[in-house]
Every structure is written in structure tokens, then in C-alpha cells.
């Protein structure tokens, strides 16, 4: 019977390296955002640059899924409910949902939205798997939220609107979606399998979505990208989107949240956050306020009080 993974107490090796993928896997997807800015500049529409991004990303985990097979074809076919709804909800729903909510709202806002993940993370553990959070958890997301807060600076005045915060939300459920298939053990599919089939069939659904008219698709390769003091031909940040932000990225993010429980996981993965305001800062030259840095202190703050929260045994589901 197909296993979840959630919120298992780890030795401390596991726990180590748990939060070892989750900071690489969180550094990556922060590195996401920065890079896609200098293309989306450029003339790039931002479902063409995930789509680039997450085929690429999947081509290039390609050899090594297969080598994970090892000719074992049938479980692909046992687990296709799973794959496909990693694809659809982990990658097409977040990706194509956040996209559609900054074009109505203030992206600042709709960060904040989308990470409020852990959240609903936590409440599915509850009603799903009776898994309900202790204080030590509770006080962790709180702290969290108000470091993700800082970080985004938000300011009044910021526009929102009731398309965008849906499109927001759905976000949201997008997000939760990653973590909890994350953990996800199915028929023991192992973690480039899962990353790279999900990678696959949502940058099929993105692409669809596209020649839909859902969301505007167009690119270009006559104009070179500029970040801060740094110019490069448009093929250059494709590759890093497609090779560290998309196939690193989910990689580690699986592995950690296999080691780590959806929930802790969730959490950690905060500090996507905090990555992409420092990554902004380098390549944009957007420095970080004071509070930006305050709230990223919060952030790693929370995830220390959410492990303290961690159950002492094993609460795997039937």
C-alpha cells in the first residue's frame, strides 16, 4: 500500500540532511525569480520562461530517472494518478496560478498569499491524517508568517483585486500540493522519477495553457538580458533557470521533504523568501530594507520553533 511520509521524527542525520536539501532546494527556486526578471525585461513572457524552464529541467534529470527505473516501466503505470497530479497541481497550478495573480495584484501580496502554504500544509495533516499541531508548531507558523510579512515589505496602499487574490489562493493549493506529494512515497517512486515526470507533464500543461490564450506566450531572442552590471545572450539565464532553479530545485526539495515530513518541510522552504530578496539585491540591485533582514531572522526563527513542535514518532499513514 502506497506510503506518505508526514512530520516522522529523524534522527539527526536525516534531520541534517533534511535542511541541507531544503536550504539548497529553497536557495534555487529563490534564485528563480531575479533571473526570470532580466528575461521577462527583455521581451519574455512569463509562461514562456516556465516552460523553458521546466522542460529544460526535466531533459536534463531525463538519464538519471531512467537509470533509476532500471527498466522497471510498470511503475510508471502504477503511479500515474501520482505523477500527474504532481505535474498538475506541484508545478502547472502554482507556476500558472502566481503568474495570473501578479497580473492583477501587487507581486508582493501574492507572495504573501502563496506562502501561506504551510498553513494549509498543516491543516491537511489534521483533517486528513489526525495529525494535529501542538503549540511549539503554532507559535513556529506565527513567527514564520510575521517574518514573511517583513520580508516582503508590504506597504499600504498596494493593489489587490478579487481575481488576483483567487488566482492567489489557487496558488496556494498549488504550493501545499508540492509539499504534500512531495513526501509522497507512492509505489517507492523514487525522487528524479517523480521530478522529472511532474516537470514533464506541467510544462506540457503551461505550454497547453498558452496556445489556449490563458496566458499571453511570446519570447525572443533578439535582445540580450541585462541584470546589474552584467549583460548575457537570452540563452544563458534559460540554462540556469533549466538546470539550477527547476532540476536542482525540485530534486532537493523532494529529498528534503521525504526526510524532513511535508510540514517541517513547508516550512523551511521559507527561505525561498529570504533567497530571492538577496538574490534581487545582487542581480537587480533591489537592496534589502532593515526589515526585510529582520523578517528573515523571524522566518529561520519559526522553522526552529516548528521542529520544535516535530512529533517524537513515527505517524506514517495507512
Known sequence: MATVTHDKAVASNRLRSGLLCAALSATAFGLSGPLARGLF?????PAAVVIVRVLLGALVLLPAAVLQLRGDWNLLRRNAGLLAGYGLLAVVTAQLCFFNAVAHMDVAVALLIEYTSPIAVVGYLWLRHRQQPGRATVLG????????VLVLNLTAGTATSPVGIAWAMASMVGG?????????AGDQVPGTVLATGGLLIGGVGILIAGLLGVVPLHA???ASVTYQ???????TPLLALGVVTAAISYVTGIAATRLLGSRLASFAALAEVVAAILFSWALLG????????LGGALILTG???VRLGEPDHDTTAP
Do not use: N
Open 303 to 305: 522553522v526552529v520553533v
Open 286 to 293: 533591489q537592496a534589502p530594507a532593515p526589515i526585510q533582514l
Open 141 to 148: 507558523a506565527a513567527i514564520g508568517l510575521i517574518g514573511l
Open 229 to 235: 552590471g552584467l549583460t548575457a545572450d537570452w540563452w
Open 220 to 222: 525572443t531572442t533578439a
Open 41 to 45: 525585461d527583455a521581451g519574455w513572457s
Open 176 to 184: 501545499a500540493g508540492y509539499f504534500i506529494l512531495s513526501a509522497h
